[in-house]
C-alpha cells in the first residue's frame, strides 16, 4: 500500500464518527431537508454517498420507510434513512428492506436501531486494530434467532467496512505521492 499513514488516518476517522444512538437521534419530527442534512452530515465525511431528497421519497414509494406526517419525519424513519445511507454502498434498496425488517422482528425499533449501531461502531473498532489482517467473522453454532440477527448485521456491517476500505485503499494507491524537495 502507498500510505499507510493516510489509510491508518482514514481508519482513525471511521472510528472517531459519532453515530448517534436512539436517545440521540432528534426526539421531534423533522422536514425533509433537515433530515437530508443531519444524515449527511454523519455520512458523507466517512465515504458513503450522500442521500438526495429523491432517494427519500423513493425509499417512502417502495415502503421501505413510512410516509412521512404532514411531510414531518419522525425517529423510526430517521433511524431507516440512516441505516439505508450506511448499506446502500453495499446492498440493493429491497435486500436493506428485509434487513430492516428482521432486524426488528420481535423487538422494539429502538433496540433493533442500537444494536445496528453497536454493532457499526464495534466492526469499525475491529477493523482499525486488524487492518492489515483478515476480517475474522464468528460462525452461529445453533439456530438462535438473536445469534442469527447479530450474524446478520455484523455480516452485513463487515460487507460496507469492507468496500469502503477497499476503495480508499485503491484511491489512496491512485494519488501519486509528492515529490521530495519540490515546493506545491
Same mark, same amino acid.
Given at each position: 500500500?502507498?500510505?499507510?499513514?493516510?489509510?491508518?488516518?482514514?481508519? *482513525?476517522?471511521?472510528?472517531?464518527?459519532?453515530?448517534?444512538?436512539?436517545?440521540?437521534?432528534?426526539?421531534?419530527?423533522?422536514?425533509?431537508?433537515?433530515?437530508?442534512?443531519?444524515?449527511?452530515?454523519?455520512?458523507?465525511?466517512?465515504?458513503?454517498?450522500?442521500?438526495?431528497?429523491?432517494?427519500? @421519497?423513493?425509499?417512502?414509494?417502495?415502503?421501505?420507510?413510512?410516509?412521512?406526517?404532514?411531510?414531518?419525519?419522525?425517529?423510526?424513519?430517521?433511524?431507516?434513512?440512516?441505516?439505508?445511507?450506511?448499506?446502500?454502498?453495499?446492498?440493493?434498496?429491497?435486500?436493506? *428492506?428485509?434487513?430492516?425488517?428482521?432486524?426488528?422482528?420481535?423487538?422494539?425499533?429502538?433496540?433493533?436501531?442500537?444494536?445496528?449501531?453497536?454493532?457499526?461502531?464495534?466492526?469499525?473498532?475491529?477493523? @482499525?486494530?486488524?487492518?492489515?489482517?483478515?476480517?475474522?467473522?464468528?460462525?452461529?453454532?445453533?439456530?438462535?434467532?438473536?445469534?442469527?440477527?447479530?450474524?446478520?448485521?455484523?455480516?452485513?456491517?463487515?460487507?460496507?467496512?469492507?468496500?469502503?476500505?477497499?476503495?480508499?485503499?485503491?484511491?489512496?494507491?491512485?494519488?501519486?505521492?509528492?515529490?521530495?524537495?519540490?515546493?506545491?
Amino acid at each position: 500500500m502507498a500510505d499507510n499513514k493516510k489509510f491508518a488516518d482514514y481508519l *482513525a476517522q471511521l472510528q472517531e464518527a459519532q453515530f448517534p444512538r436512539w436517545a440521540d437521534l432528534p426526539q421531534f419530527d423533522l422536514y425533509m431537508d433537515q433530515v437530508i442534512q443531519y444524515v449527511n452530515d454523519i455520512v458523507s465525511p466517512l465515504g458513503f454517498g450522500e442521500i438526495t431528497s429523491t432517494m427519500v @421519497n423513493n425509499y417512502v414509494k417502495k415502503g421501505v420507510i413510512k410516509a412521512p406526517i404532514k411531510k414531518k419525519y419522525r425517529p423510526e424513519q430517521l433511524a431507516n434513512i440512516l441505516v439505508i445511507a450506511m448499506l446502500k454502498p453495499v446492498f440493493a434498496l429491497d435486500m436493506i *428492506a428485509k434487513g430492516i425488517r428482521f432486524a426488528k422482528e420481535g423487538r422494539p425499533v429502538a433496540q433493533a436501531y442500537d444494536t445496528f449501531i453497536l454493532t457499526f461502531v464495534s466492526a469499525i473498532e475491529q477493523a @482499525n486494530s486488524d487492518f492489515n489482517d483478515a476480517l475474522t467473522i464468528n460462525r452461529v453454532n445453533k439456530p438462535d434467532t438473536t445469534a442469527t440477527q447479530h450474524a446478520v448485521v455484523t455480516l452485513a456491517i463487515n460487507a460496507v467496512l469492507q468496500k469502503l476500505m477497499v476503495e480508499k485503499m485503491l484511491e489512496l494507491e491512485e494519488t501519486p505521492a509528492p515529490k521530495e524537495g519540490k515546493k506545491a
